[in-house]
């Protein structure tokens, strides 16, 4: 019944900006933390950016933190992500997900606290 649906994704060149789109229905929004993941070949999926059902206090890895910014519309139940200073290492799948099991911003880091995912929205950097 929930169905967590990304949009936005998309081929951009290296340096340039991307804003990723989650839309969520099937679920009461406000009152689930979000996060963002994303995998590339080859690799496990990697956390990517969380934020509070509240929105306000967020989350990121080391690897995307200053570049990378999660938002949330709770009157839309949409989440967002804007990627800026893209590189060829930002190319992965990224994924939407969706939890009430919410204790603290540090949990949301882990991938098998959420039990509600998007399908995946491809992103590709260019050099």
């Known amino acids: 019944q929930v169905q967590l649906v990304e949009s936005g994704g998309g081929l951009v060149q290296a340096g340039g900006s991307l804003r990723l789109s989650c839309a969520a229905s099937?679920?009461?929004?406000?009152?689930?933390?979000m996060g963002w993941f994303r995998q590339a070949p080859g690799k496990e999926r990697e956390f990517v950016a969380a934020?509070?059902?509240?929105?306000?206090?967020?989350d990121y890895p080391d690897y995307v933190k200053v570049r990378f910014t999660i938002s949330r519309d709770n009157a839309k139940n949409t989440v967002y992500l804007q990627m800026n200073s893209l590189t060829p290492e930002d190319t992965a799948v990224y994924y939407c997900?969706?939890?009430?099991?919410?204790?603290?911003?540090?949990?949301?880091?882990?991938?098998?606290?959420?039990?509600?995912w998007g399908q995946g929205s491809q992103v590709t950097a260019n050099s």
């Open positions: 997900a969706a939890t009430t099991k919410y204790s603290s911003l540090l949990a949301l880091r882990i991938r098998s606290w959420y039990d509600n």
């Open positions: 099937g679920l009461t929004f406000r009152s689930y933390a």
């Open positions: 934020i509070r059902c509240t929105g306000g206090d967020t």
